[in-house]
Nanobody
Framework: QVQLAESGGGWVQPGGSLRLSCAAS????????MGWYRQAPGKQRDFVAR??????TNYADSVKGRFTISRDIGNTVYLQMNSLKPEDTAVYYC??????????WGQGTQVTVSS
């Protein structure tokens, strides 16, 4: 069983910054992709960013230049979010995909951007 522990969400004013973390633990066979998705109220869950084994990163157009995804040598992925906008308000979910194609989701962390 794999567990994903997310942290770092909260409330911030427009223009502010937050850093999300997601630590994976348990019976992990090897991580291929670590990423973040978000879901705003009444909307579908959307892709935000991902980092692929080897270091390649991809971002949604809406966050390019403002968000940065990274991971450490272990099984923790980070999402640095700068210049936050009200439209970034959502529940953010961590996602990992193993080389075996198994996929896991975190429980979600709320990010609220408002004045």
């Amino acid at each position: 069983q794999v567990q994903l522990a997310e942290s770092g969400g909260g409330w911030v004013q427009p223009g502010g910054s937050l850093r999300l973390s997601c630590a994976a633990s348990g019976s992990i066979s090897g991580i291929y992709i670590m990423g973040w998705y978000r879901q705003a109220p009444g909307k579908q869950r959307d892709f935000v960013a991902r980092i692929i084994a080897g270091g390649t990163t991809n971002y949604a157009d809406s966050v390019k230049g403002r968000f940065t995804i990274s991971r450490d040598i272990g099984n923790t992925v980070y999402l640095q979010m700068n210049s936050l906008k009200p439209e970034d308000t959502a529940v953010y979910y961590c996602n990992i995909v193993e080389w075996s194609a198994k996929e896991y989701w975190g429980q979600g962390t709320q990010v609220t951007v408002s004045s």
